[in-house]
Structure formats: C-alpha cells, structure tokens
C-alpha cells in the first residue's frame, strides 16, 4: 500500500498566485510515488483567494481546505495544517512560489530514507535584499547565543517531517506564542538538512511587516532563552562594580566624588535606562505566561472541505 505525502500551504491574500501554485505543484505530485493530498489553510484572507480554494476543493478531492473564522497568523495555519493531515509525510511551505516545488521529490527520497525532520536550508533569496539577508543571517547568531538550542541558520518555514516528529507537533508543543520552526529543529529524532535558493515571490509583496518580523524575534527569543531575564543581576553586578571603583578612586585621591552636573545626569539616565529595559524584559515574560495561563485557542475553523472530522479533536472543538 502506498504511503500518503500531505503538503500543507499558508494562504493569506494569495489570489495573484493561487493558480500558478496549485497547476505546479499537481503536475509535481502525480510523479512521485506516493498518494498525496494537498491542505490550503485560509487564514482570513480578505481577497478572493477562498473563492479560488473552494473551486479547487470542490473538483479535485485531493485538496482540502481549511478555513479560520478570522486571520491568525502564519504559525497558526501551519499547525493547523498539520493537525489535519493523514500523511506519514508532511511538507509546510507557502503559497508565494518562493518555496521551489521541485524540491519536492528530493524531500521524498529522504523521507523513505526514514528521516524524522527534514530541514529546508535556504542558500540564496531572489527576492530578499542586503539587509534582510544580514538580519537573517544575525537573528539565528543571536539566538544560538541566547539559547542552549543549536539551530540551523536560515532555515525557514519550508519543512518535512515524519509520522513521528507530527505526532509530537500534534499533541505538544502547543504554546500560544510559537516558533514552528524552531519547534521542528528541537524535537530531535533522525534529521538531515536540503539545500535550496528560494525563487522571487510570483505575485503580491510579503504580510511580513518590520513590525510583525520584529514581533516573531522577541517571541523567539522568549521561546527559548530565559537569559534575558538573567540581565538584571548581570547589569546589577556591572553597576555595583562600578560603585565599587568610584569608591576606591574617591578614597584614594581624596577629591570626593567626580563633580559636576553632566557626570550626575549621565550615570542616571544610565541607570535608569538599565532598570526599564530589565523591566520591559520581565514585562515580556509576563505577557507570555499570561497568553499561556488565558489558554485561548491557537486557531479557530470556520468550516472546511474534504476533511473527515469524525475522531479528530482539534483546537476549537
């Protein structure tokens, strides 16, 4: 009996695209040697990309769809994906063109080679520039840094894995502020990385603003590294040493303190400085417990086509 590849695709105001993807991706499909059924998550879109999917769903029974009752965000709508899929294989990408098809079938070669995660390593980015490469490239410095979680750099949100490695992803790991591909590189099991260079985005500009990308960096961050919580009696020892060799300077030259109004000002704002950027730290911890403790659900489903609901327990039921 043959094995089953799902392929889960974010949508989010895709309609320029949605097409192009699905004729793609089909013709790559019915090559390999698996069965495959192929999952459009909507999240919200508010162009007419689930018109498009419901014309999909509605004449080719591979396809399923699953629609949130509003716009959750990227992570939400690749767990979701994974959720639902009935494969012993699972591909998340996007819908934008800018994750290569053809790599697919290398993907399934390593998946009956019986590895767990497949990490999708980026090499080069059409559509990316200067400066998005260099913050790329400093994020994944900055937190294997901080964390004791060695991830691979660049990779991204283009991934396969395992019966095993799902099952894990469906029953944990359900943290209302996530890092879906953070998650895949620390669950372990038997893994390997593909190289590939992402292709420029076939149509529309990317939903991520600086803001949100900003937004994803701290949540990582908070995800997996309580050193910055650490900050405060690190930046703490830092001052009182500080005093210390004042101390010591104001004994041994008998002048008293450095004078002046500008020495005063400065070592204040300093300080200050230090104490607000400790409690904005403590702040954002606090922000996460809180999401944690509310316990709200991750995504909620409107409605979907081609999926038996029968058994499954999912995030809004």
Same mark, same amino acid.
């Given at each position: ?6 392929? *889960? %695709? ?6 320029? $695209? ?13 090559? $390999? ?16 990309? @689930? ?18 009752? @509003? ?20 591909? /998340? ?9 053809? /790599? ?25 520039? %200067?400066?998005? #490469? ?11 840094? =901080?964390?004791? $979680? ?17 099952? *894990? ?14 998650? $895949? ?5 038997? !893994?390997?990385?593909? !190289? ?32 910055? =919580? ?18 010591? &300077? ?10 002046? &109004?500008?020495?005063? %000002? *400065? ?6 400085? +230090? +104490? ?8 954002? &911890? ?7 403790? !509310? ?9 979907? !086509? ?9 995030? #809004?039921?």
């Amino acid at each position: 009996m043959k094995k089953r590849l799902t392929i *889960v %695709v974010s949508v989010y105001n895709e309609e320029d $695209v949605l097409e192009q993807f699905y004729r793609e991706a089909v013709d790559i499909l019915e090559r $390999v040697s698996w069965n495959w059924e192929l999952i459009f998550v909507n999240d919200g879109s508010t162009d007419a990309s @689930r018109k498009i999917l419901d014309i999909f769903a509605d004449q080719d029974e591979h396809i399923k769809l699953i629609n949130f009752s @509003r716009n959750f965000g990227h992570e939400a709508a690749m767990i979701a994906g994974i959720d639902y899929s009935a494969g012993e294989g699972i591909i /998340c990408m996007d819908a934008d063109m800018q994750h290569p098809l053809e /790599c697919i079938p290398d993907i399934v070669e390593k998946l009956e080679e019986g590895y767990e995660v497949i990490n999708m390593v980026r090499v080069s980015n059409q559509s990316s520039g %200067v400066i998005k #490469n260099i913050t790329s490239t400093m994020f994944y410095k900055v937190i294997n840094a =901080l964390s004791n $979680v060695e991830f691979e750099g660049n990779a991204s949100d283009f991934f396969a894995i395992g019966p095993k490695a799902a099952e *894990v992803l469906k029953k944990n790991y359900r943290e209302k502020n996530r890092f879906l591909r953070g998650y $895949v590189q620390n669950i372990g099991f038997h !893994k390997t990385i593909l !190289k590939y260079d992402a292709h420029a985005r076939a149509a529309g500009k990317s939903k991520y603003s600086i803001r949100k990308l900003f937004q994803l960096s701290v949540n990582t961050i908070i995800c997996f590294s309580d050193l910055p =919580l650490k900050l405060g009696i690190i930046t703490g020892i830092i001052v009182a040493l500080s005093g210390i060799v004042l101390l010591m &300077y104001t004994l041994v030259t008998r002048k008293g303190a450095p004078s002046g &109004y500008t020495t005063i %000002v *400065v070592a204040l704002c300093f300080m200050f400085a +230090l +104490l607000f950027i400790v409690i904005g730290i403590i702040g954002e &911890y606090i922000a996460i417990l809180f999401a944690e403790l !509310k316990d709200r659900p991750i995504y909620l489903i409107e409605n979907t !086509k081609n999926i038996k609901m029968d058994g499954i327990k999912r995030e #809004n039921s």
